[in-house]
């Protein structure tokens, strides 16, 4: 079988991944992979959608810091609340940049923010929240809706391997219950297929029934050495194709490789500044493992035809 990557250049990438289709779909291969066996793993920040000048997932918590200082002003002192006040949005960044170089000094301060900033609501009214921002905010410097900030190379990428009898899920460090009521509109990802960082959550009877309320607790930050066991808790498949862009997503990668089908690794690198962003603050392991393993390197500027739809 093909896979359609009209979106991409006529690179030795795209090769490299219609060579891999090929191979593992065809009956007659000794790499062919059963279908069953045909898992691929997405990261979402920086691999799917836009991850800078900030995080999507910050900038719905920054509002929301902002509401709280409403409520109490008395927050407006106190970081990460103070940084939302200031439009100090380089510290955000930093913050997950230096996270993902090893440094988690600022981590404390910012995971008390974000933990309880939706609190004690159910999952339901956060999904809606979450869905209401994603489908009618913007990206404040590319000026596009957020829920058209997807890669559409990676959007092509992900249509065009469930053609060919692969079953896609993301394996992301973001907020899992903040990427599900779009990944099915953006990606064709149901829900169920999202596997990410998650709060903890608990169960209240009421007179209706009862409800799954939100706590303020991290239940799993699903980055580096937590990718893998998440994927194969919520899986229990091991992938053969995996793709992800930062430090955070190099043992999803190592995973991968180790199949003992035959295996695709693909790392996209940010080196567009013309049509999107070239930055490698946060990357440089990855890119560094990469080379050393021979996983494939997206090229944003050389292999993408476009980077965006429309």
């Known amino acids: 079988m093909s896979i359609d990557l009209s979106s991409w250049n006529d690179t030795a990438t795209r090769q490299a991944i219609q060579d891999f289709v090929a191979k593992v779909t065809d009956l007659d291969n000794p790499a062919y992979v059963p279908p069953e066996e045909r898992i691929a793993v997405f990261d979402n920040d920086g691999t799917l959608w836009c991850e800078k000048p900030m995080y999507i ?41 230096k996270h993902y170089r090893g440094d988690d000094s600022d981590m404390p301060v910012l995971m008390k923010g974000i933990l309880t900033a939706f609190a004690d609501i159910t999952v ?13 905010q913007s990206h404040p410097t590319l000026k596009r809706p957020y829920r058209q900030c997807g890669y559409a190379p990676m959007i092509e990428l992900l ?17 899992r219950d903040f ?64 793709v992800g862009n930062s430090n955070g997503d190099v043992p999803m990668l190592q995973y ?22 070239a930055y490698a ?10 080379q050393d393993r021979g996983w494939e390197i997206i090229s944003m500027k050389q292999d993408w035809r476009h980077v965006f739809a429309g």
């Open 57 to 97: 997932q910050l900038d719905f918590i920054l509002r929301r810091w902002l509401e709280m200082v409403d409520e109490n002003p008395d927050l407006a002192e106190e970081q990460p609340w103070k940084t939302a006040v200031a439009k100090d949005y380089a510290w955000l960044g930093n913050a997950v940049t």
């Open 124 to 136: 339901e009214e956060f999904a809606t929240r979450a869905g209401e921002f994603l489908r009618t």
């Open 159 to 175: 249509h065009g391997l469930e053609a060919n009898g692969f079953t896609n899920f993301i394996a992301s460090g973001g907020g």
């Open 179 to 242: 990427m599900r009521p779009i990944t099915a509109e953006m990606y064709g990802i149901s829900p169920d297929r999202v596997i990410g960082s998650s709060v903890s959550l608990e169960f209240r009877a009421n007179a209706n029934g009862g409800d799954v309320l939100t706590k303020p607790q991290l239940d799993v930050l699903d980055d580096g050495p937590v990718k893998p066991i998440r994927i194969w808790s919520r899986i229990g498949r091991r992938p053969i194709l995996a």
């Open 256 to 277: 991968t490789q180790g199949s003992a089908h035959t295996s695709l690794c693909l790392l996209v690198n940010h080196d567009d500044a013309d049509r999107e962003f």
């Open 281 to 290: 603050a946060g990357a440089e392991e990855a890119l560094k493992t990469a």
